[in-house]
Nanobody, 118 residues
Framework: QVELSESGGGLVQAGDSLRLSCAFL????????MGWFRQAPGKERELVAQ???????YEADSVKGRFTLSRDNAKNTVYLQMNSLKPEDTASYYC????????????WGQGTQVTVAS
């Protein structure tokens, strides 16, 4: 059973930075693709960034150049470094995992709130 635990959200001002962390428990971390999703009130959940087991990353156009996703396989943790935050980044952020053999994210964390004040 995979368990994901996010931390690092909070209330910041526009232009500030935050780093979200996601601790992975229960299986072989290196066999999982990790992603961060976000959902703002009234909007659909969107993929923000993901990182493969080998470290290749994808970032959504809306965050490219501002957000960086990394993983530490020794610590079973992924990090989402968010710089130059904007009010439109305000959302609940969710860590997710999918095994390298599957196409769908099927493990989710509880979420952490990020609020960016203008």
């Amino acid at each position: 059973q995979v368990e994901l635990s996010e931390s690092g959200g909070g209330l910041v001002q526009a232009g500030d930075s935050l780093r979200l962390s996601c601790a992975f428990l229960g299986r072989t971390f290196s066999l999982y693709v990790m992603g961060w999703f976000r959902q703002a009130p009234g909007k659909e959940r969107e993929l923000v960034a993901q990182i493969t087991s080998g470290g290749s990353t994808y970032e959504a156009d809306s965050v490219k150049g501002r957000f960086t996703l990394s993983r530490d396989n020794a610590k079973n943790t992924v990090y989402l470094q968010m710089n130059s935050l904007k009010p439109e980044d305000t959302a609940s952020y969710y860590c997710a995992a999918k095994h390298i053999t599957t196409s769908t994210y099927d493990h989710w964390g509880q979420g952490t709130q990020v609020t960016v004040a203008s």
